[in-house]
């Protein structure tokens, strides 16, 4: 027999993936992945890694090089601001999420990398909004099993835009019983 409690065994922090519970019943979140990008006992924020839009990043920005950036919305708050993480540690005012990973800094440094070297895109991705924790907020949640917090995404699949089953291929590669979960349908009707 197969348990199928929604259970969270690590620890959240910065760099590390929230996978939502198959069953969160809330629109915005349900079935989505978020990378951690800071986390503290005070407050802790993220962005949505598998909300993608149907437009490109130099339809928003025409001075942007043409790369065919695929943009995410990275959550609710803040949904007109323009985020961003990449694996290029010299550009400045970013800070590192985790191992070869970083959020924000020069936006300039970011276009010019892009114009020097359009193949440089598949290092980065953008995000309109973020998504939010208050004190103790993400801490209740993993309480009620709304989210599982893991480590084994690399860097790569992250910065990938290509998976439009990310929920699930995160899911499937958490073991067995997340396999078997990750196969339920939206709608248990349609089972």
């Known amino acids: 027999m197969i348990?199928?409690?929604f259970k969270n065994f690590k620890e959240p922090q910065s760099g590390t993936l929230l996978i939502s519970d198959p069953f969160l019943d809330e629109a915005y979140f349900r079935r989505s992945?978020?990378?951690?990008?800071?986390?503290?006992?005070?407050a802790s924020f993220g962005l949505v890694l598998n909300n993608f839009l149907e437009v490109?990043?130099?339809?928003?920005?025409?001075d942007f090089p043409d790369i065919h950036?695929?943009?995410?919305?990275?959550?609710?708050?803040?949904?007109?601001s323009l985020y961003y993480i990449h694996s290029f540690p010299?550009?400045?005012?970013?800070?590192?999420?985790?191992?070869?990973?970083?959020?924000?800094?020069?936006?300039?440094q970011l276009k010019a990398i892009l114009e020097e070297e359009p193949s440089n895109s598949s290092r980065m991705r953008f995000f309109l909004g973020y998504s939010g924790?208050?004190?103790?907020?993400?801490a209740n949640e993993i309480l009620e099993h709304s989210w599982i917090v893991v480590d084994n995404i690399?860097?790569?699949?992250?910065?990938?835009?290509?998976?439009?089953?990310f929920w699930q291929y995160c899911m499937e590669k958490q073991g067995k019983e997340y396999k078997t979960i990750s196969k339920f349908p939206l709608n248990p009707n349609h089972n």
């Open 33 to 42: 992945v978020i990378l951690l990008c800071e986390h503290s006992e005070n």
């Open 154 to 165: 690399s860097n790569d699949e992250v910065l990938g835009t290509v998976n439009d089953n």
């Open 133 to 138: 924790w208050d004190k103790g907020q993400l």
């Open 3 to 5: 348990d199928l409690s």
């Open 69 to 80: 950036a695929r943009i995410s919305v990275g959550g609710p708050v803040e949904t007109q």
């Open 90 to 108: 010299d550009i400045e005012e970013s800070y590192e999420i985790r191992n070869g990973l970083y959020f924000g800094g020069s936006f300039s």
């Open 56 to 62: 490109d990043l130099h339809e928003i920005d025409n």
